[in-house]
């Protein structure tokens, strides 16, 4: 149960800190409007929550925070079935509870609003269509999830794992978030998507199929042509 425990906590965390950045600073969701200033602030946002989550708990559960991410892990063949399901149990509850403890902030602002939801068409900064946002999702997904995989097959680079996928989730945000508000993680595109309800809601699908799909197809090449074993 530890390992459940930790993923709802990071998952949380990750959520509040994630997207509550993105409702204060973003402008997307009614925040302060600050641009690409506040695209930065939102990578790094979700960028160094992962750091400390991966030094906070990564010893207990690896510090998935993402059904994504699990699913690479499970299909990579370093977890269970049971854990994958566990994991991706405990982050879809982390994750509602983030939200819904941002709401709990946002309820008690008069110029706040909105839960940092990510959206295409008339939802995304540029106008992206479905399909454009689907290839994104997708590629940005594998990118991480194939890092993730890289960094932690060796123990040689494992000390470093924290710093490395903290980057890249910063990363992926920097181009991910004008085009689609960067889900690479269902659960965090989950909540956020129930709270906010219409259209964001409806979209919410793309958002998890996309990612799940990136995360797979990161797994199958890591295992294919990158898996490596120590000596």
Not at 153 to 178: D, F, N, R, Y
Request: glycine letters at 16%; hydrophobic letters at 55%.
């Amino acid at each position: 149960m530890n390992k459940y425990i930790a993923e709802f906590i990071g998952t949380m965390i990750l959520v509040f800190f994630g997207t509550g950045t993105a409702v204060v600073t973003g402008g997307f969701t009614g925040g302060l409007g600050l641009g690409y200033l506040g695209v930065v602030a939102i990578a790094l946002a979700f960028g160094l929550t992962i750091v400390a989550g991966a030094y906070a708990i990564g010893h207990v559960s690896g510090c998935h925070v993402n059904p994504a991410v699990s699913i690479g892990v499970w299909l990579s063949g370093r977890m269970s079935v049971k854990d994958f399901a566990g994991y991706v149990v405990a982050q879809v509850i982390g994750a509602f509870a983030g939200t819904g403890l941002l709401s709990v902030v946002v309820n008690g602002s008069e110029t706040l609003s909105g839960f940092g939801a990510d959206g295409y068409g008339t939802l995304s900064a540029v106008g992206l269509s479905m399909g454009g946002a689907f290839v994104v999702e997708t590629f940005l997904t594998f990118v991480f999830v194939l890092v993730i995989l890289g960094v932690t097959a060796s123990e040689k680079t494992s000390a470093l794992a924290g710093l490395v996928i903290g980057a890249t989730l910063t990363m992926v945000h920097l181009i991910g978030i004008p085009l689609t508000g960067t889900s690479v993680n269902p659960a965090r595109a989950l909540a956020p998507a129930v709270f906010t309800g219409g259209e964001a809601l409806a979209q919410v699908w793309l958002f998890i199929v996309a990612p799940l799909v990136g995360g797979a197809i990161a797994a199958v090449f890591h295992r294919a042509w990158f898996s490596v074993k120590d000596n």
